[in-house]
């Protein structure tokens, strides 16, 4: 057996009659859970260092499975798998935090987590693609919920607006999305990729108030003082131009977010 190095996952061969098998461990965030026959559930994680990986809980939906309600979404864990044919076998989970079951207690701070862990999995085209950069934010986002750091509503729009931007969809707040032309600028395009100058405007472009555009740069850039102090009708105008870019990009809207009352 290979000794685990510190910061690295571990890879243990073990032999069985069938051949070599291969283990490695992660932390992860529980993404999403599904039945699989009568006492399974097929996992998904976004890992630290393998990006998106869906396996094989076993037995988890009985009552004496040793997993319990270790693996439900949105909870961090350390998890150990093995490599499967088609999906990986969990071996073993153990919880560091356990949000889910803090988030429950909330229903507005609940369906805005589910919707992070959504937006997360549909940001995630390829499996065992390398996403630590997401991986952080989404870690961080459910930990603010959890510890209400700020403004449940406010908290997602922040994710929603860092994960597109490390997805390569940032919105252009300042200078033209279309020509670069220096701002700033009247107009707001979700198509065009966020502000647009009079030239460029095309049809069905809005004008957001000044203080909804800074509202969207602070929380783009984590200014939470600015955040925390911005006015409920530009909260609510934010969050519904943050709503239609992420819509736009995924091509389909998030389902957790009908959920809710309009921000």
């Not at 990986?53 to 988890?60: D, H, N, P, T």
């Not at 369906?111 to 991986?135: C, D, N, Q, S, V």
């Not at 919105?171 to 701002?183: E, F, H, I």
Request: with cysteine; net charge positive; charged share 25%.
């Amino acid at each position: 057996m290979l000794r685990r190095r510190r910061g690295m996952p571990t890879r243990t061969v073990g032999l069985r009659q069938n051949g070599a098998v291969s283990l490695y461990r992660d932390d992860a965030v529980v993404l999403r859970t599904q039945k699989l026959g009568e006492a399974d559930r097929i996992i998904t994680v976004l890992t630290r260092r393998n990006g998106r990986v869906r396996a094989v809980a076993k037995g988890i939906r009985r009552t004496s499975s040793k997993f319990g309600a270790r693996l439900e979404p949105a909870n961090h864990v350390d998890v150990q798998l093995y490599l499967g044919r088609s999906l990986d076998i969990v071996t073993q989970a153990e919880i560091r935090d356990p949000f889910g079951d803090r988030l429950r207690h909330d229903y507005e701070s609940y369906t805005l987590g589910t919707a992070m862990l959504e937006t997360a999995e549909k940001l995630t085209a390829e499996e065992r693609e390398p996403a630590i950069r997401l991986y952080l934010l989404l870690l961080g986002a459910l930990r603010a919920l959890t510890e209400q750091r700020h403004d449940a509503r406010l908290i997602f729009d922040a994710f929603v607006l860092r994960a597109l931007a490390t997805s390569g969809y940032q919105p252009a707040l300042d200078d033209c999305a279309r020509c670069g032309a220096q701002g700033p600028h009247r107009w707001f395009s979700v198509p065009a990729g966020g502000l647009v100058c009079g030239d460029c405007r095309p049809p069905g472009s809005v004008a957001p108030a000044s203080a909804t555009i800074a509202l969207l740069r602070a929380l783009l850039t984590g200014e939470w003082a600015a955040a925390d102090a911005s006015a409920p009708e530009f909260r609510h105008e934010a969050s519904g131009l943050v709503a239609a870019y992420l819509q736009w990009h995924l091509e389909h809207g998030i389902r957790s977010l009908r959920l809710l009352e309009p921000a």
